[in-house]
T-cell receptor, first 112, second 115 residues
Framework: DQQVKQNSPSLSVQEGRISILNCDYT??????FLWYKKYPAEGPTFLISISSIKDKNEDGRFTVFLNKSAKHLSLHIVPSQPGDSAVYFCAASAGNTGKLIFGQGTTLQVKP | EPEVTQTPSHQVTQMGQEVILRCVPI?????FYWYRQILGQKVEFLVSFYNNEISEKSEIFDDQFSVERPDGSNFTLKIRSTKLEDSAMYFC?????????????FGPGTRLLVL
């Protein structure tokens, strides 16, 4: 099931700089997109979401951008902090189903 | 802050044995889910549950799996006869409502190892 793809398995950035994590999807029926952060041996923690009627949503250091025509979304973290080091998952859902489809995850390392 | 809890954190079992994984969803949430993540793979949807019924299930969720809300707080996943390939992290999640705009909150997971 490749409906949601995160093509970069890992990303390394310097503390204080911007982290940009990318996600592509193929199903045009997706109308809600979420980013989760996951530490080893823990469950996914909700970070930020965006509805398909918007193209941007911001919450503190986290901003999600949605480009529906390109079926692409991205998560920007500014400024990046060492505590942001984790695996980031993009997920999507369609209509009234609660089923979330996850990407493979991107491991972010923020270096001090 | 309310959170989803899961027990046990780790479970080791012999192939063919039954296991029950337990979850306590966030108290005012009405929709419950199970997902799993096999090591090195994506998080995969198993089943959603609302009003004491399965709302949706994936092809993974075959007759060996069942879910139940035995009381007002617990939500369980039972695997009747475990197979080696059932070894995975199992995550419970809950949401207040379902559909667009509804965020699912995940528990810490149960690591199941089938020997």
């Amino acid at each position: 099931d490749q409906q949601v793809k995160q093509n970069s398995p890992s990303l390394s950035v310097q503390e204080g700089r911007i982290s940009i994590l990318n996600c592509d999807y193929t199903n045009s029926m997706f109308d809600y997109f979420l980013w989760y952060k996951k530490y080893p041996a823990e469950g996914p923690t909700f970070l930020i979401s965006i509805s398909s009627i918007k193209d941007k949503n911001e919450d503190g250091r986290f901003t999600v951008f949605l480009n529906k025509s390109a079926k692409h979304l991205s998560l920007h973290i500014v400024p990046s902090q060492p505590g942001d080091s984790a695996v980031y998952f993009c997920a999507a859902s369609a209509g009234n189903t609660g089923k979330l489809i996850f990407g493979q995850g991107t491991t972010l390392q923020v270096k001090p | 802050e309310p959170e989803v809890t899961q027990t046990p954190s780790h479970q080791v079992t012999q192939m063919g044995q039954e296991v029950i994984l337990r979850c306590v969803p966030i108290s005012n949430h009405l929709y419950f889910y199970w997902y799993r993540q096999i090591l090195g793979q994506k998080v995969e949807f198993l089943v959603s549950f609302y009003n004491n019924e399965i709302s949706e299930k994936s092809e993974i969720f075959d007759d060996q799996f069942s879910v139940e809300r035995p009381d007002g707080s617990n939500f369980t996943l039972k695997i009747r006869s475990t197979k080696l390939e059932d070894s995975a992290m199992y995550f419970c999640a809950s949401s207040e409502l379902v559909g667009a705009q509804e965020t699912q909150y995940f528990g810490p997971g149960t690591r199941l190892l089938v020997l």
